[in-house]
């Protein structure tokens, strides 16, 4: 076979990512449903993202991935990296960052950012880092016990730009919404934003498809994707879901875990994670078997149908 001179053949990389924090619950289904898909005949990747090790639950990993198995997703078992193992791939980023500059320790204790009253509150509800540590440059001594925070430029920068395959344009000026974050904390550990993007670079992972309560956490990973000279992979944020009480379904709102024992109940999420998700499965797949509806879903996804919003509603009830 030949190929145009030039054109790269990509094949395309997706993951899901779960936090052993608890089980796996209807809005966890619906990120790996849609990556999943997403990524069709590609590569999908699970990920255990336990990097927050106080958060993590003993064998709740192992739980996770039994539950994904009886929902009938296929992974292959020797791509599963764990956070928790990946400390000296996050400290060789962190250390790159270190050298050009772009990131500096910082010795603030969190009282002390509590009582600095003039700082605005940014995207998360947290304020927004006030700069006392930023003076730092590369060479001066390192301080015991810092965090490491990273420099997002000025408040007159251009914003942060980038297209949501679901939720469209989207733009985050960081210094005014986010300000310096931190990447690794006074205790050792990485966070979250760096870690999430050192795996998805090292993993060669082409697409990211989750819940839309990590789109504002999104510009600051690509800052940090560029900041490692990284390919910027595509996103898609889909649809939270929430209990009737409006809130997002998690291990603090006791969301339910996602019925394993019982073919005709995982019949029944799954197919109500693809309603969710605006796939519309006829109602007869859901007096079928797993593989039908997964045989169906894979012909007929299409993530243009995907409702366009940041929540979605409150999960459908799942018949046990
Ligand atoms: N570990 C994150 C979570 O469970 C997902 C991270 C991501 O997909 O980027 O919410
Ligand atoms: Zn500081």
Known sequence: MKFSAGAPITVPVGRFAPSPTGPLHFGSLLAAVASYLEVGAGTWLVRVE????????????AHQLETLAAYGFKWSTSGVVRQSERSALYQTALERLISTGLV?????????????????VGVDGARIY?????????????????AWRFRVGGVDDP???????????????????????????????FTYQLAVVVDDLAQ???????????????????ALVE??????????????????????????????????????????ALWHALSFLG?????????????????????HWSIERVPKQRSGGAFPKIPE
Not at 179 to 188: E, H, P, S
């Open 159 to 189: 914003p942060i730009v980038f297209h949501d395959r679901i939720q469209g344009d989207q733009a985050q000026q960081l210094a005014r919404e986010v300000g310096d974050f931190v990447i690794k904390r006074a205790d050792g550990c």
């Open 279 to 299: 796939q519309s499965p006829p109602d007869a797949l859901m007096r079928g078997g797993v593989e039908t509806l997964w045989q169906w879903a894979a012909v």
């Open 130 to 146: 006030p700069g006392h540590c930023r003076h730092w440059q590369p060479g001066d001594p390192v301080p015991e016990k810092a």
């Open 227 to 268: 900041a490692l000279n990284g390919r910027v992979p595509t996103y898609a944020h889909i649809p939270i879901v929430t209990n009737p009480a409006g809130e997002k379904l998690s291990k603090q709102t006791r969301a339910a875990a996602l019925p394993t024992v019982g073919e005709q109940a995982r019949v029944a």
């Open 50 to 61: 336990d990097v927050d090790r106080p958060r993590t639950v003993a064998g709740m990993s």
């Open 104 to 120: 500096y320790p910082c010795t603030c204790t969190r009282s002390m950012l509590a009582n600095d009253a003039d700082t605005q």
């Open 204 to 222: 060669g992972v082409t697409q990211v498809v989750r819940g839309a309560d990590l789109l504002d956490s999104t510009a600051r990973q690509i």
